[in-house]
């Protein structure tokens, strides 16, 4: 197989040690059909970690998009590139393209730098089909997140000027047939990676770590989106460490590690008084450890529509405050939710084969809604404890953890703490 360079043919050394890892973690067959390979370097980045990389990696991705073929665009290893905010556009010629992020990308530490640009976005790729973004094991995005952390109305509502709105890290939307792999975001601004209006997405192996108290930095926030596979990551957050919005459906999330974090959540669903459109979510083999919610999901009374076929199965907590939480009176103001007419129906919810420790009294609480109650809940072979506490310097057990029920119906088998709240 040749594999033509672009410009600089004493780049050799290099492509081959990049063809040999990209051929181990990402397949020979993946990888026979492509031609060519496009450096940054040899379109003028610097990769120093000071210098302004961003019209590079713009002039790179040009050339890749607008190619036939399989191109692949490379960020080098053992080097570490400064980008600005930017916008990878498509469609592409190509039905296969591929951004190999080997090297580091570190996002401006200084807000002033999304100055007349979209403060929500870092790095975002727009309507790109077959796209492959993979960090073959050496891959990072450092979004630099403290500035906007030292700004956010969260954690600072007297600050002037403070923001509401930080960039998320990456971004896919409208992109179909692609994936995410074997790379680390680290310290995002807020979320750290996007699925918007896009179908058919794949996340594995990957790594997203940000300081436990650091504002709404959600691990991956799905919405508009189907068919979405997420696999053998971990989630280290100050959110939620998977959320999934409105108007998305066929979502597997397997063998992944949260914590810490706020869970992993479908919602807040239904705020704007939408029809909201949630089904055929599944989550196992997943373990979560010291986050503040285990499994919720979150609806506001002023919405519509459903959450439906929902399984939560094979999850294991450990310290995990709420471990099985519906909310569907979430509200700006807790506890001060008005009572409505409208709700978001909840329906055909399974949780089985779970066990660990509850961090808090109610260990199973579902609050639903009078008007619009839940329906379908199914509990099977579960096993909840309280986590031991250390009084006066002897260890000693907190009372056992109870359950809570509201306006929800279904049945319970083999459950520990009894849920004899469930209406039938």
């Not at 063809?19 to 067959?29: C, D, E, H, R």
């Not at 810490?260 to 939408?274: A, C, D, E, T």
């Not at 199973?364 to 310097?393: A, E, H, K, M, Q």
Request: charged fraction near 15%.
């Amino acid at each position: 197989m040749t594999v033509p360079l672009h410009k600089n043919s004493g780049r050799k050394n290099r492509l081959q040690e990049f063809l040999a890892f990209f051929v181990l973690f990402i397949g020979s067959s993946h990888f026979s059909s492509a031609e060519f390979y496009l450096d940054v370097l040899d379109f003028g980045a610097v990769g120093d970690g000071h210098t302004n990389d961003t019209q590079a990696f713009l002039d790179a991705w040009d050339e890749a998009c607008g190619s036939l073929g399989n191109p692949i665009m490379v960020i080098p290893k053992y080097m570490t590139f400064l980008v600005h905010p930017l916008v990878f556009s498509g469609p592409c010629r190509s039905t296969s393209i591929t951004v190999a992020v080997i090297g580091t990308v570190i996002a401006p530490d200084s807000p002033a730098a999304w100055k007349g640009k979209d403060p929500g976005k870092w790095l975002e790729f727009i309507d790109v089909s077959g796209l492959t973004v993979a960090g073959l094991g050496f891959g990072a995005l450092n979004g630099r997140g403290l500035a906007w952390w030292n700004q956010s109305c969260r954690d600072h509502p007297r600050l002037q000027g403070c923001t509401s709105v930080a960039p998320t890290a990456l971004t896919f939307s409208g992109c179909n047939s692609s994936s995410l792999n074997d790379i680390v975001s680290l310290n995002s601004s807020q979320t750290h990676f996007l699925i918007i209006n896009s179908k058919a997405i794949t996340v594995s192996n990957v790594m997203m770590q940000a300081p436990e108290l650091s504002p709404n930095t959600d691990g991956i926030h799905i919405h508009s989106s189907h068919d979405v596979f997420i696999t053998n990551s971990v989630f280290s957050t100050g959110d939620d460490c998977i959320s999934i919005g409105d108007y998305t459906s066929n979502v597997v999330i397997t063998n992944v590690i949260c914590g810490p974090g706020h869970g992993i959540s479908i919602g807040s669903l239904g705020r704007g008084g939408n029809s909201v459109q949630v089904e055929n979510i599944h989550v196992s083999r997943s373990y979560l450890k010291g986050t503040t919610n285990g499994l919720r999901i979150k609806t506001w009374q002023v919405g519509r529509g459903y959450v439906r076929n929902v399984l939560f199965q094979d999850i294991t907590f450990d310290s995990v405050q709420n471990p099985i939480i519906i909310d569907q009176n979430y509200c700006s103001e807790k506890g001060l939710c008005k009572e409505m007419p409208t709700g978001v129906h909840i329906t055909n919810v399974t949780y089985t084969k779970m066990v660990g420790s509850s961090s808090t009294a109610v260990a199973i609480n579902f609050d639903c809604d009078r008007s619009v109650p839940c329906t379908g809940l199914n509990l099977r072979y579960i096993y909840l404890w309280p986590v031991p506490t250390d009084l006066d310097g002897t260890s000693k057990i907190t009372p056992a953890v109870t359950t809570s029920c509201a306006n929800a119906h279904g049945y319970a088998v083999q459950v520990d703490p009894p849920v004899s709240c469930l209406q039938s």
